[in-house]
């Protein structure tokens, strides 16, 4: 824990925020955390789509959690980033490689354009799209 996050929680400023969220949801424990027994696969007929107007708001952190969580069930969907302004993606999996530009110009070499990101088949975005 933090210097500043234990000197906050020793100021009377903890125990107001507390009493606020208790009157607020009507709870005197916080929620408990979700956590999942075991992955979920996606059907290999499923094709899903994730994006968003406005960045920031978690889509390319969804589509990436929803295919690592199909790949760790046994079914590893391609996750294609789209993304040509800013590809976070790419950035956070740390890889600079063909785009979905690239394997839809060479269709004939797309197994080998293809990349992975751990167990998933990966495109990654990139400003040169």
Known sequence: ???VRSWLDATPLA?????????ATGRTEPLEVIRPVRPERLDSDARIGVWSLSAGVGTSTTAALVAQRSAAAGHAPILIDADRWAPSLALRAGIEAATPADALLQPDRERELVSRWGDVPFLPGSPRM
Request: glycine share 0%; proline share 0%; charged share 25%.
């Open 15 to 23: 125990a107001v925020a507390i009493a606020l969220m208790r009157e």
């Open 1 to 3: 824990m933090s210097r």
